[in-house]
């Protein structure tokens, strides 16, 4: 059935296979443009798929009309037709696909004036129907209107000429050029008066700008579709990993191993002022010790001393009716001024307690290797190294203990009790005879001249009195304070570690010779593919950044 109501209802799309010509002169467009002549939009059922299947995948569409035709009864089904291939739908950005040509305008003879005065209203009235607004924002597309007004018979007879061939109808030609005001002699004038150079231009335009860039719009948003879909991808077997944590699970694994290291250098440095209390009874049996050596060399001293005051302070005169010399001692200022020079021996002596209790301290810490374990627990980084210079830890201590030591005895002597007269034999002379150091004069010879040794029992009695205050109230007072000293150390040191942990934290993200360190104490080879699909997942969010 050849008649034109024949019904073809099994062809449902119609595929197009071009095949470039061997020559592409004829409008002169890019070489990858692509012209197909589709069929008119009154045609059969057959020819509006063969339309919609052409218009489909189109850039552009050049609608082509001639007058005197331009608006008849029943275009406006045709026009909606257009706007169902074209997508338009009233919507001005795919109007721009549109380009509208109208041809053959110069075949309008000057009799037929209500044509020529009719056309631009009809053009209006057809573009309002097309796509409202479109006169407007394509103004000046054919020049100073909205739409072209070719002669597409002018433009290839003069194409035909300037490639040498002949004109086939002159005296149309000639008309033509009249008509144009343009020498007919001038075919590139010609050419030009056609306006299909114009339109070719107009889309070629179209194609390098506004097409290109909606083709690079339309590859962004293929590539962002891709990069999407990649990105939900890893998203999901990075919360299946991390059961719902992400990214956070990374971080968190991090920060555990670091704290723990953290953790290990502190208990290292807590655990060495342990080892310290441990052995605090032999450093208090030590001090002892020296205590006893202390007492002896200040025993020494007052043997020396002892003798030079006695006859200092010896009042000797006779008892004239016999004849008889007699002399005593003023024992209440004599103890005096033996007590004087042994508070200015305790206050010399005692410090090399303290220079000893420091000692030991800094003689362990060295033992103790600190330093090392700061710079191994910290993952041998050159923060740690820094962190790890720590100089002389106990001058701080050596100067605390010494300033202490100074008058640390004295504090004993120094109690109206500890005294070698206390205030109320001193207030009442009879109680004096209970004092042993007043019983330990008394058996000194009552002479002016004396040996050293004739003072052994005074001085035995006066070191059985003086020597607590060393061997065991200095001993004791400067273990206690030393115990603080060794916290307050400690609390450096854990500061210390603490700003060290805080520098690694901050570095770890920009250092990966510092992570992989970090991270061989606890291989994870979840953790590893987490933060390899987060990369890949940041990667793609900066790709899309840059499209």
């Not at 074209?86 to 795919?94: P, Q, T, Y």
């Not at 699970?249 to 502190?266: G, I, M, N, P, S």
């Not at 450096?492 to 570690?497: E, K």
Request: net charge negative.
């Amino acid at each position: 059935n050849t008649g034109p109501g024949r019904c073809i209802g099994l062809v449902q799309s119609v595929a197009y296979h071009i095949k470039p010509a061997a020559r592409h002169d004829t409008l002169h467009l890019p070489h990858n443009v692509c012209l197909v002549d589709l069929p008119g939009l009154d045609g059969s059922p057959l020819h509006d798929i063969i339309i919609s299947e052409g218009i489909r995948e189109a850039d552009a569409v050049v609608f082509i009309l001639r007058p005197p035709r331009i608006l008849n009864r029943g275009d406006a089904y045709l026009l909606n037709r257009v706007r169902k291939y074209v997508s338009l739908d009233g919507a001005i950005d795919a109007a721009e696909r549109i380009f509208l040509v109208l041809n053959a305008v110069d075949d309008i003879t000057r009799d037929d004036h209500r044509t020529l005065e009719n056309l631009p209203r009809d053009m209006r009235d057809l573009m309002d129907l097309l796509a409202p607004g479109y006169a407007a924002r394509f103004a000046h597309r054919g020049g100073e209107q909205p739409y072209f007004t070719t002669s597409a018979w002018v433009a290839l007879s003069a194409q035909h000429a300037l490639q040498g061939g002949d004109i086939e109808d002159p005296t149309t030609y000639h008309s033509k050029a009249v008509k144009f005001g343009v020498d007919e002699a001038d075919h590139a004038a010609m050419l030009a008066a056609s306006r299909i150079p114009a339109l070719a231009q107009s889309l070629t335009d179209f194609a390098r700008t506004v097409r290109i860039e909606a083709q690079l719009r339309e590859g962004r948003q293929a590539l962002d579709r891709i990069t999407r879909s990649l990105a939900e991808t890893y998203s999901s077997e990075i919360k299946l990993l991390t059961n719902g944590q992400g990214i956070a699970f990374v971080k968190t694994e991090d920060a555990r191993l670091l704290r723990e290291r953290q953790e290990a250098l502190t208990d290292f440095i807590v655990d060495f002022r342990l080892r310290q209390l441990d052995h605090l009874d032999d450093l208090r049996a030590d001090l002892r010790a020296e205590a006893i050596r202390i007492c002896d060399a200040i025993d020494a001293r007052l043997r020396e001393e002892l003798p030079r005051l006695w006859k200092r302070f010896f009042i000797a005169d006779r008892y004239r009716p016999r004849a008889r010399k007699y002399g005593k001692t003023m024992y209440e200022v004599f103890l005096g001024e033996v007590e004087l020079l042994l508070w200015r021996q305790l206050a010399i002596r005692v410090q090399s307690l303290a220079d000893m209790v420091t000692l030991a301290y800094r003689e362990a810490f060295e033992a103790g290797n600190i330093p090392r374990a700061i710079v191994s627990l910290g993952y041998e980084h050159p923060l740690a190294t820094a962190a790890a210079n720590l100089g002389d830890v106990t001058t701080d201590m050596k100067a605390s203990l010494r300033k202490l030591s100074e008058r640390l005895a004295l504090i004993y002597m120094l109690e109206p009790k500890a005294g070698f007269i206390p205030p109320e034999q001193l207030a009442d002379s009879r109680l004096l005879a209970d004092n042993p150091l007043i019983r330990a004069l008394d058996k000194v010879p009552r002479r002016r001249e004396l040996p050293p040794e004739a003072f052994d029992k005074f001085l035995a009695a006066v070191r059985a009195h003086y020597q607590p205050a060393v061997i065991e109230y200095a001993v004791n007072a400067l273990l206690n304070v030393y115990q603080y000293e060794m916290i307050y150390i400690e609390d450096g040191l854990l500061a210390r570690v603490t700003e060290l942990f805080n520098d690694l934290r901050e570095t770890m993200p920009h250092d990966p010779l510092l992570r992989e360190r970090i991270r061989q104490d606890a291989p994870d080879e979840d953790r590893d593919r987490v933060e390899y699909l987060h990369r890949k997942r940041t990667a793609l969010a900066q790709l899309s950044e840059e499209l």
